[in-house]
């Protein structure tokens, strides 16, 4: 079940990043058209800043659901799995739910008081604003859901001293692999030692943090 909230997570996240790329996309002919043709955009602004926030919203819950999100580590990462998951599942009752849920109840209202004025943006060019508020009462909830998956993971880990299994996204060592793999740059047997070399530095990685898991887990 934890697995297929972090999949739909990651479905949402990856689909809405590709928001990047038309945002990118505009930004460069509106640059071009207001230097080189003299030719700026009433309503770019406005678009950017309504691509970016969508963009900003929707790929929370795909962060959240791969552990991304920046914390305070002054101490959590050399405490034992059991109090990591302690801390957190305590943080995420007193302040995450109660702020998501705040969040997605008012951005609700918000949205629905958009949709029924067909609230549009004030300049020269208005563009419909209306849709773009639907987003934050859907990505409250979408992170919402995350949220008590990962209230849920902290609830075994405290059980068990482990953290359960994660959907796991595109590792460093395969994205080291692809770009080895066709480079024209670099000789095969350059290719195959970097890339053992690569794996043997990602699985000692992964044999130290499971080491460190069992550690705190077995800690009383």
Known sequence: MLLVVDKISTLVGKAFSWLII??????VVEVFKRYALNAPTAWIFDASNMLYGT?????GAYTLSQNGHVRGDFFYGSASARTQASLDVVLYILFFIPGVIA????GWSYA??????????FNADPLP?????????????IVLLQGVAEIVRCVICIKTGQWPERLKDANEIDVVEQQLSNSIYVDESAKKDAIARAKT????????????????????
């Open 129 to 141: 604003l209306y849709p773009f508020k639907a987003i934050i009462p859907l990505a409250g909830f």
């Open 201 to 220: 530095i990602d699985e000692e990685a992964h044999q130290r943090g499971s080491m460190a898991s069992a550690l705190g887990g077995n800690k009383r």
């Open 112 to 121: 629905s008081d958009s949709w029924l004025i067909r609230e549009q943006t």
């Open 55 to 59: 963009l900003f919203m929707m790929c």
């Open 22 to 27: 038309a945002l990118m996309l505009m930004v």
């Open 103 to 106: 969040l997605t109840w008012a």
